[in-house]
């Protein structure tokens, strides 16, 4: 019976080693490998990954993105959609869906990989990085900014290489200690698709490559700049980045490490606490006259504006001043500040001809931009009429969208335009 079974079982293990050797020599494309794949041994990576908006980029799941992606171009569930004001492919999907762009292709639900977003494969394979402007001037943006290779790249690979010496030379201990216990265990990295948990694994060959997976490379075929067809620029990280003259890369603070691994949930502007740690903020208010000199202090951490990013993201300032019952005896602006406290709106203004607001498709010329620049230290200040005041409060909120796309974008859930206070500050008032 026991040999029944064992027979069976190496039978079965024949079978699927043969079934992997003949995938090996009809494998898909690389970009066509989900990250589904990944997560059988890179488990926590892949948790964090997956709850990264690198994962939710695409139009079907990121709900900002996707109502700008149907205005432009049309739905994400579609084949041969184009760009409606070029009549081309739509640039959208080089950053937000780039294994689709690979293969031309617009209809995101019809492979794991394309609705995967910027998924492993998608960072993995870039081998080097070209710039986003190509030899004709043109922009070359996201995936198209990089050489791409047909191996995995890392930021150290698989150094195994002087245990294989060893082993080959008839070293009496085989190479002992030189390897590791990991470098006995399957891996489909060393070239040949393997067998684990009873899956087949394809062949994902590794190469190591820290000069770009290490560096700010790895981003800035995203995240550098991106104009619309007017030429307004709209993202322009990278260059508020240059302008900073920082040499503390992007994964330095996007992507530390944490138990040994880098955080490949990659917060940014649509992580509450990381736009919080971004900023120093304070409130002081000394007596002038009959009124209360009120500085708000201001100061961006970060080598690129704050905000940064898409252009409609900004942050406001409220400072309210309370009597011993609590209630309001003044503030900087009622709701909004925008019109009635300008200065305490930090927000990159993009409009048309006229000067008038316009969405980022549309904008022909760039506006105000009163955002916070790199390492950037602001003073606001406020006289307050001291009679009565017990407490001054300061607040700063950010918000994923200007207030007028707020109400345009109704249908949007209320966390992607309700704002969000990533500040506060209070001083009590002595009693003359």
Known sequence: MLRSLFTHAIAASALLLATASTLADEAEPIHHVSSEVCSNCHQEIYRQWKGSMHANSTALKDPIHGTFYEMVAGSPTEEGVLHKASGKYPICLQCHAPNAALDKRTKLDAKVAYNEGVNCIACHTMKQYKGIKGEDGKLQLGIQAYELSDKLQAPIGINNGVNQLAAASGDLFGGAGLGGSSSQKPNPHLGEPIIFDGQIIPALP?????????????????????????????????????????????????MPIANGIADH???????????????????????????????????NQLPHALPTGAPF?????????????GEVVWQNAEGHPAKSDPQAYLSYAITDDEGMPAPPPMATKVGDD???????????????PAEGVALVRGEVFYNLLWPGLVKKFSHLPTELTDPVMIAEYEQTIAAN
Do not use: W
């Open 206 to 254: 590794m190469e190591a490559n820290p000069r770009l997976i290490k560096s700010s490379d790895a981003c800035m075929g995203c995240h550098d700049q991106r104009d619309n067809p007017h030429g307004v620029p709209l993202c322009q990280t990278g260059n508020e980045y240059r302008d900073s003259l920082s040499n503390v890369n992007c994964l330095s603070c996007h």
């Open 265 to 299: 949930s990659m917060g940014g502007g649509h992580d509450p606490a990381m736009v919080r740690r971004a900023l120093i903020f304070d409130v002081n208010a000394e007596p002038n006259g009959d009124n209360l000199k009120t500085t708000v202090y201001l100061k």
């Open 313 to 325: 993201r900004n942050i406001y300032i409220k400072l309210t001043a309370y009597n011993d019952q």
């Open 370 to 384: 009163t955002r916070l620049r790199p390492h950037e230290e602001r003073e606001l200040v406020y006289e307050i």
